[in-house]
């Protein structure tokens, strides 16, 4: 009998760690912060520090593989995990945008907007209106990065 009940016990402890894992405590992410099908436009805007201030440069894509790879890349991106207590450093960095459109004459439908200093994070706009929680974590700035490179291989465009 003794054997019975160590072995359920063993059991219950490795579904309550199963249940308990950060993997298992963070619910899938919700639909809402994933970048949908249709785009055949994309739209990348990086900032260029010149003299006289920083100003925004925008690449505008059609290439439906590029499209296809930076919307898997940022779909892939995991919801942000930083603790509540997190004390980020300053964010003094400008952000980058990354547009998604059904054509390059029509509105974007998603917009993501990578921060990447202080806490790194991207927030994704569905039609306007920002939705949480971001995505990112520390390792957001090589996943922006990776996508980046899809995006331009020889990188950001001087100014």
């Known amino acids: ?23 298992m405590a963070s619910s899938a ?3 809402r912060l994933l970048v949908p099908a249709g785009a055949t436009a994309l739209f990348w805007s990086y900032s260029m520090p010149l003299p006289s201030g920083v100003h925004y440069g925008t690449m505008k894509i059609s290439n439906p593989t590029v499209i296809a790879r930076v919307r898997a890349m940022i779909n892939a991106i995991p919801v942000t995990d930083y603790s509540k207590h997190q004390v980020c450093p300053d964010d003094v960095m400008i952000p980058y945008i990354v547009r998604f459109s059904t054509s390059t004459a029509s509105a974007s439908f998603t917009k993501v907007v990578f921060q990447l200093g202080g ?18 974590g520390w390792s957001l700035s090589h996943l922006y990065a990776a996508i980046q490179k899809v995006i331009s291989p020889r990188g950001q465009p001087l100014a």
Do not use: I
């Not at 359920?8 to 490795?14: C, G, K, N």
């Not at 806490?119 to 971001?134: L, M």
């Open 1 to 23: 009998m003794n054997r019975f009940r160590t072995a359920t016990l063993v059991m219950l402890l490795l579904a309550a760690l199963a249940y308990s894992s950060p993997a």
């Open 119 to 136: 806490c790194p994070e991207a927030t994704v706009y569905q039609h306007g209106v920002a939705q949480r929680p971001t995505l990112g």
């Open 29 to 31: 992410k919700p639909n």
